[in-house]
């Protein structure tokens, strides 16, 4: 049987159940959750890059001793040129007029070379890299609330450990690290999952946003903290970064369990016009929640173009962020030369405007295709290419600058980290517009395939800055650039706003009768707010 959708519309107005001016936004459980989620991610991110601050003052970088070696290495073995030192401020003059190092960083306990130092912070993408897949599908199975909430709580014991195990020996750090990532890694598939339960249409990009956001504040929070704890913290200083992130997540794990249910139908204090709302707005492409045994359309999932194309911009993207969050302290200290507490405050900047890059953009696309001044996928293509290639042009221009200029290094390391926060309107939510109901499976898809990214970037930053000159910087943010240029070519092309009929579950009419959503002509498109109101949009294209 196939509806118009005049007819669709005029029949659905007259079921609601709920009155539209009745549904809350301030006091609602979808924003509580919303909340929740951006504090979960604040974790998740502090206990993700720790080590990348406390590894700087936790290894002792003087190799070689006396006065020769000040005026020609920097305080952690960087090799330069007397007169840059000098240009730069490292070095001064003694009253017998001998060349002498100003620097004022203290030496770790640990004597770990770069190999090691690498495979230290690379290894949480090794255990981050497994659960993805995984996550997702058992989120989509069980419910993202105890996937997320549990796997948070082996995070913080591993984050607890890691002071002993760093003690111990390095093998031992590692293992802890990596534990660290595989609970890390079901986080984001399980929280889109949970989304997908949760966030109507018209409100996706602004309360996914929100969520994601968390990890943003997660750096900028814990880059000045941990550089503040190394220096002034308990335990010795760097063991203090650990004890204190750990606390923190133990809270919030504690408050998940108790306020955050999988659907809005298990929420105890949800309202009725709340409830209603969602999933009328849901109705058409959200799972059974009684049928634990939905079947996964894998085959489906990699003859999607539009898949590819999340895939594709979820690893570019990856790319040039993975390479700025753990080479920016090094970054600061080869060529701005900063101190590790001046670094973690600078190292810091570029995640505060990120956060507020993707707040600001989700309210925008919402608002614009309220609005009808644009089409869902043109949104998404919009905030993706925008977030994608303007950052691009700035990595380029942030290796051209030195020692000499640091204001204009942190003003475009600013910029191009913090406005790549439009994807986040982009890419980052499309899982959910064109396959709700397997938002969760996609994302760890996605996002494990791009983890790769996690350890083969800082590797190649590695290798290209293995003397860490401005000119050798200059080819990792090249790099990056073209990464992010053909992520942003390559999305724009195969991108779809479209719920793909692969992705569309199955109704059945006030006449008991079954029918395919597909042949109703769903598309969430063109969407508009009093479409929303109606539980979808009105454009009549197929689904494609």
């Known amino acids: 049987m196939e509806l118009s959708n005049g007819n669709k519309h005029k029949e ?25 989620g951006f504090f979960g991610f604040l974790n998740v991110y502090a206990l993700r890059i720790n080590m990348s601050i406390a590894i700087v003052c936790m290894v002792n970088h003087t190799a070689i001793k ?52 690498g495979f230290i912070l690379g290894s949480f993408f090794w255990g981050y890299l497994l659960t993805q897949i995984p996550g997702g599908w058992l989120a989509t199975k069980i419910g993202g609330k105890r996937i997320f909430g549990y796997s948070m709580l082996l995070a913080t014991i591993a ?62 929070v814990t880059f000045p903290l ?55 707005s849901l109705s058409r492409t959200s799972k059974d929640e009684e049928n634990k045994s939905v079947s996964v359309p894998w085959c489906n999932f990699a003859k999607s173009m539009p898949v590819m194309a999340i895939l594709v911009a979820n690893i570019t993207t990856d790319w040039g962020l993975y390479t700025l969050l753990t080479k920016i302290p090094s970054y600061m200290s080869d060529v701005l030369h900063l101190d590790i507490q001046a670094n973690g405050l600078y190292s810091a900047l570029p995640y505060l405007v990120l956060w507020l890059t993707i707040n600001a953009s989700g309210w925008l696309a919402d608002f614009l295709q309220s609005k009808g001044c644009m089409s869902l996928v043109v949104t998404r293509k919009s905030f993706t290419l925008f977030g994608m ?7 380029i221009g942030l290796g051209y600058v030195d020692c000499t200029q640091p204001n204009v290094a942190i003003t475009l390391l600013v910029l191009g980290v913090s406005l790549s926060g439009a994807q986040y309107s982009g890419w980052v939510v499309n899982h959910m517009d064109i396959a709700p109901a397997f938002a969760g499976v996609l994302f760890g898809i996605s996002n494990s395939i791009a983890a790769v990214t996690g350890f083969l970037s800082p590797v190649v930053a590695g290798v290209l800055t293995e003397e860490k000159t401005r000119e050798n910087w200059q080819k990792v943010f090249y790099v990056a650039a073209g990464v992010y240029v053909f992520g942003a070519v390559f999305y724009a092309i195969f991108a779809s706003g479209t719920v793909q009929a692969w992705a569309v579950t199955k109704e059945t009419t006030e006449h008991g009768e079954e029918v395919n959503v597909e ?3 769903y598309k969430a498109t063109n969407g508009t707010k009093k479409d929303l109101e109606n539980g979808g949009a009105s454009d009549a294209d197929p689904i494609v």
């Not at 659905?12 to 929740?36: F, G, I, K, M, Q």
């Not at 005026?71 to 003694?94: K, M, P, Q, V, Y």
């Not at 923190?248 to 709340?274: G, K, T, Y």
């Open 12 to 36: 659905e107005e007259t079921t609601l159940d709920y009155d539209p001016n009745a549904v809350p936004w301030w006091t609602s459980c979808r924003l509580a959750l919303a909340v929740l």
């Open 389 to 395: 290639l303007v950052p691009a042009v700035l990595l």
């Open 66 to 117: 006396g006065l020769e070696a000040a005026a020609n290495t920097s305080s952690n073995g960087t090799i330069i040129s007397a007169s840059e030192a000098s240009r730069c401020g490292l070095l001064t003059t003694d009253e017998s007029g001998n060349l002498t190092t100003t620097s004022k960083n203290a030496d770790g306990e640990f004597v770990w070379e770069e190999q090691t130092q």
């Open 519 to 521: 042949l109703l002509d």
């Open 159 to 220: 984050t607890f450990l890691t002071p002993v195990g760093a003690q111990t020996h390095y093998v031992f750090l590692i293992v802890l690290r990596v534990i660290v990532g595989i609970a890390s890694g079901v986080c984001y598939p399980s929280m889109h999952a949970i989304w997908g339960n949760w966030a109507p249409p018209m409100e996706r990009s602004k309360l996914v946003s929100f969520t994601y956001a968390g990890a943003q504040v997660g750096n900028v």
């Open 226 to 280: 941990a550089g503040m704890l190394c220096k002034y913290g308990f335990a010795g200083g760097w063991p203090s970064i650990f004890y204190v992130l750990g606390i923190l997540s133990m809270v919030w794990f504690v408050l998940w369990m108790i306020f955050v249910s999988d659907s809005p139908n298990q929420h105890r204090r949800i309202s009725h016009a709340e409830k209603s709302y969602i999933a009328h």
